[in-house]
């Protein structure tokens, strides 16, 4: 691999300086049991390394084609997902979102009180499906911990990592809660893109996990990619670890036991997927190749372009919103 480094212009030496880095930091003294780094430079593989552990209590090593849970990188996923329906003429980044989810079609904006006394004002426009796409929505997450509106998403379990649920259920309590602000008017990480999943359903007409399936895995060659891991994978699983308040890390879901083994009553569009490295790989290159991937074309070169345009109110940096 480091005679490829070269040829395609990289340091072999100073790529393998993250690797030393990553394990000198943060696998040595404990903070993190394992690092993967791969690098893709001008059409080949400049540096692949696979280092630490992927499971501590088992003692087993990680490999190239590990498993993770790949949490909020689903979102991108999700993100293209719902813009090829835009493509297709099916659904507008104007139209407002009521229109998918009339139940929504009220929403109020937070101006005070607790859980079952929520006071609010109308706001400002109603969400658009663009809000969604940017996080300008004015959902929230629960573990943002800073308001009433994160208290009652963690009351009810809304966007945690476990699946509670289904998205049907998910959208209808949202329905009885507030908005954090007037949609438009800020920039806060939230469940938008798990409601975009939702909006995908209905849309299309598919369960999500079946297209996404279609429309971007079996076509982009993501064959380790999904909302559960695959009977016959189990062992290349990696085990998943928290921080702790004192820099080590703890258990956080071990990959014999865990819920990832079977596909959830709630599929997640803003943080469901396992993948590899090489599976996220060939979506990033997709991406890069302004829609294109080995002959498959997920998305036109103008909505990529139109993507990686700056779409924040103003064209605002996001520490000014």
């Known amino acids: 691999m480091s005679a490829r480094a070269e040829a395609l212009g990289l340091s072999s030496a100073r790529l393998e300086r993250i690797d030393h880095f990553v394990q000198r930091k943060y696998i040595d003294t404990g903070r993190i049991p394992c690092g993967l ?20 209590e ?39 979102v009521h229109r998918h989810i009339p139940e ?32 300008t929505s004015g959902l929230t997450y629960g573990f943002q911990q800073s308001t009433n ?13 476990e699946k509670h649920g289904t998205l049907d259920e998910m959208i209808q309590t949202l329905a009885k809660l507030p908005l954090e602000f007037s949609p438009g008017t800020a920039w806060n990480y939230s469940v938008s893109t798990d409601v975009l999943g939702y ?5 299309s007409g598919q369960k999500f996990e079946d ?17 559960h891991v695959h009977a016959g994978k189990e062992e290349r699983f990696a085990a998943c670890y928290a921080a702790t308040p004192k820099g080590g890390m703890a258990l956080q879901d071990d990959p014999a036991k865990s819920p990832y083994l079977e596909p959830p009553s709630l599929v997640s569009g803003g943080g469901g997927l396992v993948s590899t ?36 109110p103003g064209g605002k940096d996001l520490p000014a919103l």
């Open 277 to 312: 490295a090489g599976d996220y790989l060939k979506f990033c290159r997709m991406l890069i190749g302004g829609g294109t991937f080995e002959g498959a074309q997920i998305l036109s070169p103008k909505t990529i372009e139109l993507m990686t345009q700056n779409h924040l």
């Open 149 to 161: 509106v994160d208290a009652a998403y963690r009351k009810f379990k809304i966007g945690e990592i």
């Open 37 to 56: 780094v791969l690098v893709w430079r001008r059409g080949e593989t400049a540096h692949f390394s696979a280092f630490g552990m992927a499971d501590v």
């Open 211 to 227: 297209y996404l399936r279609a429309k971007i895995f079996k076509p982009l060659g993501m064959s380790d990619t999904d909302f």
């Open 199 to 203: 909006l995908v359903v209905k849309i």
């Open 104 to 135: 929504w079609k009220d929403l109020g904006v937070f101006n005070g009180g607790f859980m079952e006394t929520f006071r609010t004002k109308r706001p400002e426009r109603p969400m658009l499906i663009v809000d969604l796409l940017r996080h």
């Open 58 to 96: 088992r003692k087993k090593p990680l490999k190239e084609d590990a498993i993770f849970r790949i949490y909020s990188m689903t979102k991108p996923v999700t993100s293209v997902a719902f813009m090829m329906l835009v493509e297709q003429g099916l659904v507008a980044l104007d139209e407002p």
